[in-house]
């Protein structure tokens, strides 16, 4: 049932804003109204990623390209004479697809998760100073940044690298493929790990290094600054999609931002938590700062704006392999929630959920998951327990290093399908974090936070409206010498295992 957030398309005030998601499961796309409530009618087109023991992460960019274009179809309809302001675009991060001088594509997407680079990681690691590199770009040397990816393509495939006028992400793709127009976001480009986060620029010797040149990556473009279509192009764009003619189009920006300013953390004092196929918790800043901890990254977001946090690969990806693994189809409902809302206990096993890599806090791209502590009498739902424990308790690795360069936040606002899915997590996470967590009772936060970001440009003296959000879930402090416990623990198996 929807919520008074939802308006109908009578009630919405102008301008409109049409926006895109390209994340891990689907491109969505919905309708905002000037103080940022979705209007009317929502689309979406399911598709998965190609994935393979090798590491294989991959999608077709020409099929998110479609599904872009019939979401605009869908909602254009839906809009009849009702112009659209702006076009916003935000897409899952880190991802790369090389193109030839016409823009048609060389190779697929290869998306965040894919973990093939792993040699070219320990390479650079070797060649460069890590350290020095994560305080001028705000990444360290991983599988889902470019630098290893593009050495890697360059070896396996150098007929490819040989034809290449420029490399792009996800995102970028997109918009040449409809627009024409070659440019990124300032996020999309930090998310690379390429950006000089101090000057919000491609960093020229970092790019040198990856083995490609200045002039085949895309144009930045900051969040206040839209891109500019040609007339001719911009013309038949208007044919197809006459609700679009005049509007303003904007550089693809990463989920991530705009998750975060989705949920209502926009400034420094709220974290933003997301939990859906991956996750992450980040502070929005303006002012950049100085020293980054080992394990988190800064992506210079716009030219007054920066985002600190750290990320996690695998949080409904950790989640649905338990559903499989332990058979929750053969559990009652009941009995698993019980288990995952009891009194921690220390026969729970422990479990390191790096299905598919660890991003922050150590950057091991090629950790797997870990389970110990597991006995001939352990059950299914104590298993699953662990599973949630395991992620609660790598969303703390995080959130003990985010307090030592943001000691400001005074909230933690939390979204993402698993929030829904499965809401056991966040009492877990308010638990093993020591801080209160508030659910954000929105579904399609990345989609809000998108268009929120396009609407400081086209209406930005508007005051925008509240998402509902729940009752916040305090941390039951009895539980702290448990959780301190497992926290050392984790640390252990990971030090001797991936440190």
């Not at 895109?20 to 399911?46: E, F, H, I, N």
């Not at 007339?231 to 189009?249: E, F, I, N, S, T």
Request: proline content about 6%.
């Amino acid at each position: 049932m929807p919520s008074h957030f939802d308006i109908e398309l009578k009630d919405a005030v102008p301008p409109l804003v049409l926006a895109l998601d390209v994340g891990s499961t689907a491109s969505r796309g919905m309708v905002y109204d000037a103080q940022g409530r979705p209007v009317g009618r929502r689309a979406k087109v399911a598709h998965s990623f190609t994935v393979a023991p090798d590491g294989t992460s991959e999608i077709d960019p020409d099929q998110v390209v479609e599904e872009v274009k019939q979401i605009i179809d869908t909602l254009s309809e839906a809009l009849g004479e009702h112009r659209v302001a702006a076009i916003a675009l935000d897409t899952f991060a880190s991802s790369l697809v090389a193109v030839d001088d016409g823009g048609h594509p060389l190779t697929p997407c290869f998306t965040y998760a894919d973990g093939r680079c792993g040699e070219h990681v320990v390479a650079l690691r070797k060649e460069l100073s890590e350290e020095a590199l994560q305080q001028r770009t705000g990444t360290r040397v991983h599988s889902s940044y470019w630098p290893a990816r593009l050495r890697w393509l360059a070896e396996t495939r150098p007929d490819v690298a040989a034809s290449t006028a420029h490399y792009l992400s996800l995102g970028d793709y997109v918009l040449l493929s409809i627009t024409g127009t070659l440019a990124t976001g300032t996020s999309t480009a930090a998310w690379t790990g390429m950006v000089d986060r101090h000057t919000a620029e491609w960093y020229a010797e970092l790019v040198e290094i990856a083995g490609i040149r200045l002039d085949q990556l895309p144009p930045i473009h900051h969040l206040d600054q839209p891109v500019r279509i040609e007339p001719k192009r911009a013309a038949k764009l208007a044919k197809r999609w006459p609700v679009l003619d005049g509007a303003r189009w904007f550089a693809p920006i990463t989920d991530g931002l705009a998750a975060n300013v989705g949920l209502g953390a926009y400034d420094e004092t709220t974290i933003g938590a997301s939990c859906a196929t991956s996750g992450a918790l980040r502070v929005l800043v303006t002012e950049m700062p100085e020293e980054l901890p080992a394990g988190l990254w800064c992506y210079r977001v716009s030219h007054d704006r920066a985002l600190v946090g750290g990320a996690l690969n695998d949080v409904g990806r950790a989640l649905a392999w338990a559903d499989v693994t332990v058979a929750v189809d053969q559990v009652d409902p009941d009995d698993l929630s019980a288990a995952l809302t009891a009194e921690p206990h220390e026969t729970t096993p422990l479990v390191l959920p790096f299905f598919t890599g660890e991003r922050s806090t150590g950057w091991a791209a090629d950790a797997r998951a870990v389970v110990t502590g597991i006995g001939a009498g352990s059950a299914p739902v104590e298993v699953y327990r662990g599973v949630i424990e395991g992620i609660a308790l790598s969303y703390a690795r995080i959130a003990s290093q985010l307090r030592e360069v943001a000691p400001q936040p005074e909230k933690l606002y939390c979204g993402g399908s698993v929030t829904t899915s499965r809401p056991e997590l966040l009492q877990v996470m308010a638990d093993a974090m020591r801080t209160s967590v508030t659910p954000v009772r929105m579904k399609r936060s990345t989609l809000h936070g998108t268009a929120l970001l396009a609407l400081e440009t086209v209406a930005p003296d508007v005051r925008r409206a509240r998402p509902d959000r729940g009752a916040a879930l305090t941390p039951d402090y009895a539980r702290r010498p448990y959780y301190t416990e497992r926290f050392q623990r984790f640390e252990r198996v990971y030090d001797a295992l991936f440190g």
